[in-house]
């Protein structure tokens, strides 16, 4: 089964829309687990204190090291036996969150998740622990939770046996480098509140399945290009 952990100051939040739908499914069929740990039950003093003042000075709170590493040690045991989960730290200066690196964690044993609230965390705990900084794009959150909803989505719909078909992964979005190609579905003729009458485009309806293939790349590639040079460019072999 592939375990989540996630660690967060708000429990409660989870599983919340990953109980829902597909990955809800999957939950209460056992194809994936989810443990959502309290940071405050590692707190050193009565008051439940997990953040502080920073160092230096400056806007807001920082998670305090001694706590959230009481946590993290507490839910990842480091130990010879039993599987090496990877520990991901949600962070807007993180490496961008990726379908490839989705696919790697859900081959894996499952993922620890810390969640940051406030200004962050200490560095501290980063190095130490070895966390992996992972962003879900360039804006941000208050706090770490929906963007570890994110991951965890992603990856768990690549588990074996959540998804349908399974063939429907490897034509979609990035999967190859590319974006995916339009949908259409009934009615072949369509009138919007435009009142003008939409088509489905003619090669759909042809029943030639190679044809139908070709313009489904040419559109991915076209798509691409146009609203993501960033991709189309890592895709293209440098010349
Ligand atoms: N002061 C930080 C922002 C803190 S936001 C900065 O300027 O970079 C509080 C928490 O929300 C972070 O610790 C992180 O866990 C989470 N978070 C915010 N934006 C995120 C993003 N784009 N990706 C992943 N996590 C994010």
Redesign the pocket.
Known sequence: MWQVTALTLFPEMFPGPLGESLAGKALKEGLWSLEAVDIRRFAKDRHGTVDDAPFGGGAGMVMKPDVLSAAIAASAPTGVEGPRVPKLL?????APFSQARARELAAGPGVLLV???????DERVIEAHALEE????D??????EI?AMAVIDGCVRLLPGVMGEPASASEESFENGLLEYPHYTRPASWAGPDGIDRRVPEILVSGHHGKVAEWRMEQRKEITRRRRPDLWARRTPAK
Do not use: N, T
């Open positions: 949600m962070s807007p200066r993180g969640c940051g609230r406030f200004e962050g965390v992972v962003s879900v794009g804006f941000v959150l208050s706090g770490g963007a």
